[in-house]
């Protein structure tokens, strides 16, 4: 498949252009002009391109890419030993952001929903990307966090009374632990992210409302893996996906 009908049939796909985002969504590094294997990660670290380099991929499909809004511009240190690396070996990078966290089928916050048994009913926040839904059946906090942590492999941490019942749940991918004042609002009796702040704490304790992170790589790992595997079967085309440990 030529890499300019990829990026396009993507765009079609995932809609890049209805989000206000951090950083460029779309081909962020131009490779080969034909695209036979794709590789998949949640962010472009050096690790990750050695890797899927040595794999032989065409292009590097990830949710964090480069060029961040406030970054330094200057190609040097290490976005140089990257971009070097994909301009060496003639390979492509891709980014998807907030459009694969919000996706409806394909995103973070769909797939995390679905691993987690959670029926999605609503979606708030600025560009609708936080999620909100119920269980079949109401669980304890503890007993969801135990399922949080079979599922996603990584032990989260969890505010609130551990016997609490909780069947209404606020949930979004990554840093997205300021919704948590918006998704209180909401009237959940659970909110689940990725990371945590210091003020989440206060809000926790003061409202009775549970706060769970569960890690920022743990709950994005889902979207750009399903979105690889659904190209892989869409195009035929050779899809692995190469994970990198992170603990935050």
Partial sequence: MKLLDLCDYIAS???PDQFKDYCPNGLQVEGRAQVLRIATAVTASQSVLDDAIAWGADAILVHHGYFWRNEDVRIAGIRKNRIAALLK???SL???HLPLDAHAVLGNNAELGRLLGIRETARFGEQSIVCKGVFDSPVTLSQFAARIEDRLKRKPLVLG???GIVNNVAWCSGGAQGYFEAAIAQGVD???T???????????S???VAFIAAGHHATERLGIKALGMHLEQKFDFEH???DQDNPV
């Avoid at 990725?194 to 926790?204: A, K, P, V």
């Fill in 13 to 15: 796909l995932l809609q």
């Fill in 94 to 96: 891709l980014a998807y």
């Fill in 190 to 192: 659970v909110y689940l």
């Fill in 206 to 208: 003061e409202t009775g």
């Fill in 240 to 242: 692995r996906f190469f």
């Fill in 161 to 163: 009374d551990p016997g």
């Fill in 194 to 204: 990725g990371e945590i702040s210091e003020q989440n704490f206060h809000l926790s």
């Fill in 89 to 91: 070996n003639d390979v």
